[in-house]
C-alpha cells in the first residue's frame, strides 16, 4: 500500500480523542477539547512495571498522570497553566473515606445557600467579556450563589466543589463543544431573569457533585504529582523518567487559556482581559491577545537542527500569507524553536533507555505543510535518540492534509 492510501485508510479513530474521556470515572472531571483519549494513554503504559515513572511535561488535563495513577505507575507531570495544575492534582488525590459522603452533604447546603439569595444578591461575579452571552440571568444568579458558598469551604471539600463547579458552568453556558475549539451556540441566552433557569443551573450542579463524589470513593493503585513549570526550561525538579508519553501543544494556534477561559475567570486565574494573553505568551504555540503583538518583534536567539527545511517553509508561509504571512511565519519557527529549547531540557530528565512518545499533529498555513512530526524526530536524531520513529495514528478531520503521528525514540 502506498504511503497516502496508508493515510486514507486510516479511519478518525475518535476513541484516541478526549470524547473518549468523558464518562470514565475521574478522566471525565473536565473536558479540555485537545485532551488526548485516555484508552490511548492506558495502552502505552499498560505493559510498564509497578515503580515506572511517567512524565508528561504538558500535563493539560492531567490524562498521562492520572492514567499512570491508576494503573499502578508513578506519574508526574508539568503544565504552565496554574488551573491545569490545580485539576490536575485534585483528579490524581486519593480522599479519604469520610470525604465523599461530606462532598453530598456541602453540596446539599450549597443548593440551600443558593435557594435561599436574593435575586438581587450583589455577589461577586467575573469580568469575562461579555458575560451575557454565556449565562442567562438566572444561571448566573446560581453560578454566583455557589461561588460564594465555595469560597467559604476548605480543603478536599472545596476542591471537589470546585471540580463540580466548573462543570456546572459549562454545563449550563451557552458555550458549544462541536468544533476544535470553544464557540457558541447559535441561539443567544434570553436576557430575562427566570427561576426555572436559576433552578436547573442548582440541579446540575447537585448532579455533578454525585458523581464526582462516585469516582472520587476509588484509590489510585499508584500515585501521581503536577507541577506548575515551562517544560524549556523548568524540569530540572523530575525525578528521571522511564517514559516521557504526552501530547504537546500543536503547531495550529490553538489557544488554551482561550478555551479554559470561563473556568479560569470564575477560579480567579484571570482577572483582566490582558492577563491572558500574558499566560499565553508563556505558552509554547499560544498567540492570543497580546501573545500575537509580542510574536511581531520575536526572534531567535539560536539555531535549531531543523532550521534547514523549516526556514524555508517559514519564508513561503511569510510570501504566501499576505498580511498575516511574516506573523505565522514567526509562529511557525518560534513553535519549533520552544520545543528544540524543551527536547534539550527534558533529554537529561529520561534514564538512559528511557523512551518518548510524542502524540502530535502536522499542521498547514497557506497550503504549505508544516511537518511538524518529522521535525521532532530531526530533533530527537539530533539530540542522539535512537530507533526514532514516526507512526500515524488517525485522520484529524475532514481536511485530507492533517493526521495525527506519534513520534517515538530511545535514549542512548
Ligand atoms: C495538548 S495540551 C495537553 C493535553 C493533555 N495531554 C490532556 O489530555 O489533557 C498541551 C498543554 O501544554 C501546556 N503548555 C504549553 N506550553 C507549556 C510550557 N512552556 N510548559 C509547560 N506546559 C505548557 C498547555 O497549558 C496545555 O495544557
Redesign the pocket.
Known amino acids: 500500500m502506498t504511503d497516502v492510501m496508508n493515510r486514507e485508510a486510516l479511519s478518525r479513530n475518535e476513541h484516541m480523542t478526549?470524547k473518549a474521556?468523558m464518562g470514565v470515572g475521574r478522566h471525565g472531571w473536565l473536558r479540555?477539547t485537545?485532551?488526548?483519549g485516555v484508552r490511548l494513554v492506558r495502552e502505552r503504559l499498560a505493559s510498564m512495571p509497578e515503580g515506572t515513572i511517567v512524565t508528561?511535561?504538558?500535563?493539560?488535563?492531567?490524562?498521562?498522570p492520572l492514567a499512570a495513577a491508576e494503573l499502578g505507575l508513578i506519574g508526574q507531570s508539568?503544565?504552565?497553566?496554574p488551573f491545569?495544575v490545580w485539576l490536575g492534582n485534585v483528579k490524581t488525590q486519593n480522599y479519604d473515606v469520610s470525604t465523599p459522603p461530606l462532598l453530598v452533604d456541602a453540596g446539599a447546603e450549597a443548593l440551600a445557600f443558593s435557594r435561599r439569595s436574593s435575586e438581587d444578591d450583589g455577589l461577586w461575579q467575573p469580568s469575562l467579556f461579555k458575560i451575557e452571552k454565556w449565562w442567562t440571568p438566572g444561571a448566573l444568579h446560581t453560578l454566583r450563589t455557589l461561588r460564594s458558598y465555595i469560597d467559604k469551604q476548605d480543603g478536599e471539600i472545596r476542591d471537589l466543589l470546585d471540580v463540580a463547579f466548573c462543570r456546572t458552568l459549562i454545563d449550563v453556558s451557552a458555550a458549544a463543544f462541536n468544533h476544535q475549539s470553544m464557540s457558541f451556540k447559535a441561539e443567544a441566552p434570553t436576557a430575562l431573569f427566570d427561576m426555572d433557569d436559576a433552578e436547573r443551573a442548582r440541579e446540575v450542579f447537585l448532579r455533578e457533585v454525585a458523581s464526582i463524589a462516585e469516582s472520587a470513593q476509588f484509590d489510585l493503585a499508584g500515585s501521581a504529582t503536577i507541577k506548575q513549570?515551562?517544560?524549556?526550561t523548568g524540569v530540572e525538579s523530575l525525578a528521571k523518567a522511564d517514559i516521557v508519553l504526552?501530547?504537546?501543544?500543536?503547531c495550529n494556534r490553538m489557544s488554551?487559556i482561550r478555551e479554559l477561559r470561563p473556568y479560569m475567570y470564575w477560579m480567579r486565574h484571570l482577572d483582566v482581559a490582558s492577563d491572558a494573553g500574558d499566560l499565553d505568551w508563556?505558552?509554547?504555540?499560544?498567540t492570543w491577545g497580546t501573545a500575537t503583538s509580542k510574536l511581531n518583534s520575536w526572534a531567535a536567539e539560536h539555531p535549531t537542527p531543523v532550521d534547514k527545511d523549516m526556514l524555508p517553509i517559514c519564508e513561503a508561509i511569510a510570501a504566501d500569507g499576505a498580511k498575516n504571512g511574516p506573523l505565522l511565519a514567526a509562529y511557525v519557527h518560534k513553535y519549533h524553536y520552544?520545543m528544540w529549547q524543551?527536547f534539550q531540557a527534558i533529554t537529561p530528565q529520561l534514564k538512559s533507555g528511557g523512551v518518548v512518545s510524542y502524540i502530535v499533529g502536522n499542521s498547514t498555513f497557506y497550503g504549505h505543510e508544516v511537518p511538524v512530526h518529522k521535525w521532532y524526530a530531526e530533533m530527537f536524531r539530533a539530540l542522539g535518540y535512537e530507533d526514532v520513529q514516526i507512526e500515524t495514528i488517525r485522520k484529524r478531520n475532514s481536511n485530507k492534509a492533517l493526521f495525527e503521528y506519534d513520534v517515538t525514540g530511545r535514549r542512548p
Do not use: C, E, M, Q
Not at 282 to 286: D, Y
Open positions: 478526549f474521556n479540555l485537545p485532551a488526548y508528561d511535561p504538558f500535563s493539560g488535563t492531567g490524562t498521562t508539568v503544565d504552565v497553566n491545569l513549570g515551562d517544560s524549556r504526552t501530547s504537546p501543544p500543536y488554551y508563556k505558552a509554547i504555540g499560544g520552544d524543551h
